[in-house]
């Protein structure tokens, strides 16, 4: 199984802007920027992942031929 730190440093971006907004570190502005940021990021990877596949399963397809 693959794995990506990716996604797991999106998550914990996510989770500790909250924190901060909570604690009145940042402000909201920072913390809609920072969550798009990591929303952005884990989009970014699953569209890699699909390009990925999508290339597998034509390179599978045409060596089959």
């Given at each position: 199984?693959q794995t990506c730190a990716l996604p ?12 901060q907004l909570l604690a ?42």
């Amino acid at each position: 199984v693959q794995t990506c730190a990716l996604p797991i440093y999106a998550t914990v971006i996510s989770e500790t802007a909250s924190r901060q907004l909570l604690a009145g570190s940042i402000h909201y502005l920072e913390w809609v920027q920072l969550i798009h940021q990591t929303i952005q990021v884990k989009s970014d990877y699953l569209e890699a992942g699909r390009k990925l596949n999508d290339s597998i399963i034509l390179l599978t397809f045409l060596t089959a031929q």
